[in-house]
């Protein structure tokens, strides 16, 4: 059973930085293609990023590509989103999924990044 687990949600005042991490199992972690997606309260699930499965080819939305990267460790069976100057709108559960580029059929049960103003 596929089993997505994400960490490293919190609480950051504006301008703050955090790590969410992605732990996979189930699968063969380097064979499949990863992804970062959010959504705030009241919205749809929005894109984020996206990694292939052996990390190389990244892509990361216009809108956050300055400030988040997307990185994976096919050791540790995990994938990363670094986020830096986080603002209020950054605000949302995050989650992460694996699957096919830009086709994915797992995701994780989300993790809640909250940024204080």
């Known amino acids: 059973q596929v089993q997505l687990v994400e960490s490293g949600g919190g609480v950051v005042q504006a301008g703050g930085s955090l790590r969410l991490s992605c732990a996979a199992s189930?699968?063969?972690?380097?064979?499949?293609?990863m992804g970062w997606f959010r959504q705030a309260p009241g919205k749809g699930r929005d894109f984020l990023a996206a990694i292939s499965n052996d990390g190389g080819r990244i892509y990361v939305k216009d809108s956050v590509s300055t400030r988040f990267t997307i990185s994976r460790d096919n050791a540790k069976n995990t994938v990363y989103l670094q986020m830096n100057s986080l603002k209020s709108e950054d605000t949302a559960v995050y989650y992460c999924?694996?699957?096919?580029?830009?086709?994915?059929?797992?995701w994780g049960q989300g993790t809640q990044v909250t940024v204080s103003s």
């Open positions: 189930g699968r063969t972690f380097s064979t499949y293609a």
């Open positions: 999924a694996s699957g096919e580029w830009s086709r994915y059929d797992y």
